[in-house]
Structure formats: C-alpha cells, structure tokens
C-alpha cells in the first residue's frame, strides 16, 4: 500500500517541477495544481488517520480507488503505476 509519505513525495516532485519551469503566475496548470494538492494532502490524511486507528482494511480501500482514479485522470507518473 501506498503510504501518505508517498504521496506526500509524489507532491513536492510535482511542486518541485512546476518550481523549476519558474510558474509564478496563476494559471490554469497552477490552479490544477493546487486542486491536486489538496486532494493528495487530504487522501493521505484520511489514510493515516485509518491507519492510526487501526481501520487498514479502509485505507487500503481509499489508497485503492485513489490511484485508480488519479490513473485514469491520466495524475500518475507512469513510474508509480502498478506499486
């Protein structure tokens, strides 16, 4: 299963490039962005709290349908598809 340490890294790789590319302005891309973040950071929170309060049946279920959806929204590295 995926951890949120995981996908926290999967966000600041994504952060990281969009950094790099120099992005300052608001944008669509950015915008995409940041709904992302917010999504990610909430997914891997809802995890860890399931994780924490012993429910892995549950986190392992949204880490599941997380990265189906994420793949099928064409969000996942191919590298960290199928782990």
């Known amino acids: ?12 790789e994504t952060l990281g490039s969009v950094v790099r ?4 302005s608001r944008n ?10 917010v999504d990610i950071i909430e997914i891997a929170n809802s995890i860890r709290r399931y994780q924490e309060s012993g429910d892995t049946e549950r986190a392992k279920e949204l880490e599941q349908t997380s990265r ?16």
Request: aromatic content about 8%.
């Open 68 to 83: 189906s959806k994420a793949q099928e929204q064409g969000r996942t590295p191919k590298s960290q598809q199928g782990d």
């Open 28 to 37: 669509r891309y950015t915008d995409e962005l940041h709904d992302m973040t």
């Open 21 to 24: 590319d120099k992005v300052t």
């Open 1 to 12: 299963m995926r951890s949120p340490k995981k996908l926290e890294h999967l966000y600041f």
